[in-house]
Nanobody
Framework: QVLLVESGGGSVQAGGSLRLSCIVSGLRISSFTYMAWFRQAPGKKREGVASSYISAGIAYYTDSVKGRFTISRDNAKNTVYLQMNSLRPEDTAIYYC????????????WGQGTQVTVSS
């Protein structure tokens, strides 16, 4: 059974930082083509935030987080991270970790989500 468990969410003021973690069990991260972070704000569609092409070591970001967020992984810990700096109120959302085989779609495994709240 493959499980993804996120942690690290919380409440911060604008300009602050958080690091989200996603621990994967059941399969090695290298088994997936992509590991990604998505988010969903109240009343909005889920959007892809950061996606990592595992074998190539290439990261992709949605425009609104470029230069502020960084996706990374620790293969030994089978964990994916999302470092979020210079947080803005519009970053407030539930953040989900996902594992799959395309950059922004075809994700078969999802975590339960972790809440990030940024106050102004």
């Amino acid at each position: 059974q493959v499980l993804l468990v996120e942690s690290g969410g919380g409440s911060v003021q604008a300009g602050g930082s958080l690091r989200l973690s996603c621990i994967v069990s059941g399969l090695r991260i290298s088994s997936f083509t992509y590991m990604a972070w998505f988010r969903q704000a109240p009343g909005k569609k889920r959007e892809g935030v950061a996606s990592s092409y595992i074998s190539a070591g290439i990261a992709y970001y949605t425009d609104s987080v470029k230069g502020r967020f960084t996706i990374s992984r620790d293969n030994a810990k089978n964990t994916v991270y999302l470092q979020m700096n210079s947080l803005r109120p519009e970053d407030t959302a539930i953040y989900y970790c996902a594992a799959g085989h395309d950059r922004w779609s075809d994700f078969g495994y999802w975590g339960q989500g972790t809440q990030v709240t940024v106050s102004s």
